[in-house]
């Protein structure tokens, strides 16, 4: 059977992602035991080194004839004969040791080199090699110093063969693993492209499986998730809205043509023509301030308005809205009092807060008893500020309270009003880092929000 198209690019994903970490996990594994393998043969050679310059200092403090006794002695208690010890006279000629002669081409002072040797007391060996050191003495002979490099040969062949034992494994454990992490790293990213491919397609209900303790890669799905969670709920809003537009404008649009309609087939005089064009202009207006107030709301639920924040003063924005709306409460016979008992200010655009503010007084003018009470109180409450706006009708439902901030709802279908008042506020609001907030009980409608102290 043959593979579909989309199964080799994601096999050769998987066989690439695979290859590179593999690569990546044997490169690691044969540096670490090249490392390994330096460190363990300079080991030897550094303490050989050290006890060369011990050696060295030891046998410069003696004096001549000490010297010869106690290089005897250094040799009697190597047990293991593994140790060289030799004195020199100028001319090269052996004072005492176990070295038939110094090796050819010996630097004096060098800090330790590997050369050939004759020893003497080595029962049927006549030459060996040796890491050796040679320094000068105060009278003026050589003392040559040295190491049995067999040993040393013997344990770095164990750690090389301990190394190539261990190493094939972990070649191979490393390319296991390095083929495990590639294919799951392919398929989490075959199931990110599958997921954007049926989001593309319309299906916006999809989502990225997360575990319970998330890697890396859960955290990401998470927070794909929330992306596609808030891409969700604005193409559903934007849905909403055409809906509630086409909906709120059908109704207006038909009256409008029919008037106009009428007014065309039955003109009459002047008089009768002028009525039709003043209603039809009137339904119009009404019909650019939904257009308006929704293009405002979507500004505002955008934060498009942020860039023209400034320090705002409540106490002034508080007392301002209660005087722009005091001449309309006098002429319906309401009672507007403005009570401001603590000062702040806020960073925001004050013509946006005012106008939210200007909502909640005009609803309350609007909603509550004729000839009764509108309150405007300014206050301060464990740290945030609060504007509450209170009549003394009944307020709202509470099982309408989050349907009154939903575009074109209106509770009470007898008041003019297109139902956008609480959408524009609560949109103000949030842009403000402002609650709306509604009483328990009553009809207190409050903005709360934090705010400096003037």
Known sequence: MSSTPSADPRRRATWRWGGAIASLLVAQSIVVAGLFWLLASGAHRRESERSFEQDCRAFAQLAGTLRRSELREALTRDVHRNRFLALFARDGSLIAGNVAALPAATAVGAVSFVAPLRPTELPGKNSDVARLAVCAMPDGTRLLTGVDLDDSEEALRVVEQSLLFGLLPGLLFAIGIGLFAGRRAAQQVDAVRSLTERIVAGDLAQRLPVGDNPDSFGQLC???NAMLDRLETLVLDVRGVGDDIAHQLRTPLTRLRARIERG??????????????????AEIDQLLGIVAALLRIRELED???RSR???VDLARLVRDACDLHRPTAEDRGIHLTCDVRSDGVVEGDASLLIEALSNLIDNAMKFGPPGGRVTVTLDRERGCMGIAVADDGRGVPVGERALVTQRFYRGRHDCEGAGLGLSLVKAIAELHGFTLRFADTGSVVSLIGPARAV
Do not use: K, M, W, Y
Not at 264 to 281: F, K, Q, Y
């Open 222 to 224: 998470a927070h794909i």
């Open 264 to 281: 065309l087939r039955d003109p009459g005089d002047r008089a009768s023509v002028e009525a039709t064009a003043d209603a039809a202009l």
């Open 303 to 305: 934060h498009a308005r």
């Open 309 to 311: 924040f400034a320090t």
